[in-house]
């Protein structure tokens, strides 16, 4: 990893640089909240009778990877082998059947079902069919608005391209992040960019419903000529979505502890001014060819046909059956986490027990301010909504906020419509912390 930190240049003017820390808000309240003592919250809720009007998502997650990039800080594991990739398939059911048996979960279907990772087409064929059979008795999905599946394009071929579209899959969203071959090498990433037009040409042959591509702005050393390059690349690929993201550098990534190592403070990544110009560049692009933004990361070739039924629905407040390792969950107005490490998740399994490390059992107030802000990253929402749905009108219950938001040219309020302007839009995580509540409030250190 010695080689990982080369220095993007030079900057003409002093910016403001990227350090180590989370800054993409994606949940709340914040997860430093969530805590073992709340865990006979979501007991309670498992007790309680199957709701009739809120949609249940099925998220599972495959911790798996051919190699750990260097900016990632999921949970993944790079060194097993078939042997114990079944173990964890097991595991991950016996959990998925324990759930579904409880009287909040049982018998109900399956609105989105969502593999996330880690690297979900890590795994075989036989593999992949085995899981979604099994899930698929204890959870049917069979009536599911969208099937979403994580992608590396280097561990796709035909057979498994072909196996995946014949489980169920609607959505494959290939993690592509660059198209330049050493910026993808020295930032960890297993696959190239031939890779990427292989897989991209077979899985549209296939009929997918929705193909989204992921990119990165500001990956370590990237630059102007190499970003346009790859937007260029992007657009001329046709993808039905595109989710943009810009670099962080959380502390349990290779990066940071490379930083760490050598008594560094600010990260070998593009600075947060330049990570902006970049998506706003790539916004710009996509527009010219036809896209629409449609939210702080996200552009869509055909809004009207292609949803993101996962991220909506879960924004609005949608159960969410999350099962595997380390996995984020939402039942009944109390989110809950698995436990981080695969050897306590399965012992807990094995055991006959949920698997879950931590919880928390949303108020009103934290509903009412989970959905506001998360809707914002949208672009824009509508007051009336959140008056109708949570009886409080965002407009009085934020006004110091929303004035602040006009005065720095951040966004407006025009009727029942408060809207982000680009600049806005750029920075979002950083103004959603000003909406917390004062007991969540976390200032992270982002410019």
Not at 60 to 74: A, D, E, G, S, T
Not at 86 to 109: D, H, T, V
Not at 299 to 328: H, I, M, Q, T
């Amino acid at each position: 990893m010695s080689n990982i930190l080369e220095a993007p240049p030079t900057p003409e003017k002093e910016h403001h640089a990227t350090e180590a820390g989370n800054y993409f808000v994606s949940n709340y309240p914040p997860f430093s909240f969530w805590k073992p003592e709340f865990v006979p919250a979501l007991e309670r809720v498992l007790q309680q009778p199957a709701p009739k009007d809120i949609p249940l998502g099925v998220y599972f997650h495959i911790p798996f990877c051919r190699k750990r990039c260097h900016f990632c800080y999921f949970k993944v594991y790079t060194d097993k082998n078939a042997s114990e990739i079944r173990a964890y398939i097991n595991a991950g059911m016996k959990e998925m059947a324990k759930f579904a048996a409880s009287p909040y979960l049982n018998g109900r279907k399956a609105h989105f079902v969502y593999f996330g990772g880690g690297t979900p087409s890590y795994l075989s064929v036989p593999q992949l069919q085995e899981l979604t059979d099994r899930m698929k008795d204890y959870i049917p999905w069979d009536e599911a608005e969208e099937v979403a599946f994580e992608a590396e394009p280097g561990t796709l071929n035909e057979k498994k391209l072909e196996a995946i579209r014949e489980i169920g899959v609607t959505r494959l969203s290939l993690g592509v992040e660059h198209f330049d071959d050493h910026i993808l090498e020295s930032n960890g990433r297993a696959h190239r960019s031939g890779e990427v037009d292989r897989a991209y040409r077979f899985a549209r042959s296939l009929g997918f419903e929705h193909i989204n591509i992921d990119l990165i702005a500001g990956m370590m050393n990237d630059t102007d000529e190499k970003w346009k390059d790859a937007v260029a690349k992007a657009v001329q690929l046709g993808p039905d979505a595109v989710t943009i993201y810009q670099m962080e550098v959380p502390y349990n990534t290779g990066i940071y502890q490379q930083m760490k190592a050598e008594g560094k403070v600010t990260a070998p990544v593009a600075d947060w001014e330049t990570k902006r110009a970049w998506v706003s560049y790539a916004f710009d692009e996509f527009v010219k060819a036809g896209y629409t933004v449609t939210s702080a990361y996200t552009v869509v070739k055909d809004p009207n046909r292609v949803k993101f039924v996962y991220r909506d629905s879960l924004w609005e407040g949608a159960d969410l059956l999350s099962c595997g390792v380390a996995s984020f969950g939402h039942l009944g107005g109390v989110h809950y986490q698995n436990q981080a490490d695969v050897g306590p998740y399965m012992q807990a399994v094995d055991a006959d027990k949920f698997a879950i490390y931590r919880a928390y059992e949303a108020t009103h107030d934290d509903r009412f301010v989970r959905e506001f802000i998360l809707k914002l990253k949208l672009g824009s929402v509508h007051p009336s909504y959140f008056v109708n749905k949570f009886g409080e009108d965002p407009l009085k219950r934020f006004g110091p906020q929303l004035d602040y938001m006009a005065k720095e040219g951040f966004g407006h309020v025009t009727g029942d419509k408060i809207e982000l302007t680009r600049d806005g839009l750029l920075q979002v995580d950083k103004l959603l912390h000003e909406f917390f509540l004062p007991q969540h409030r976390q200032y992270a250190r982002y410019t």
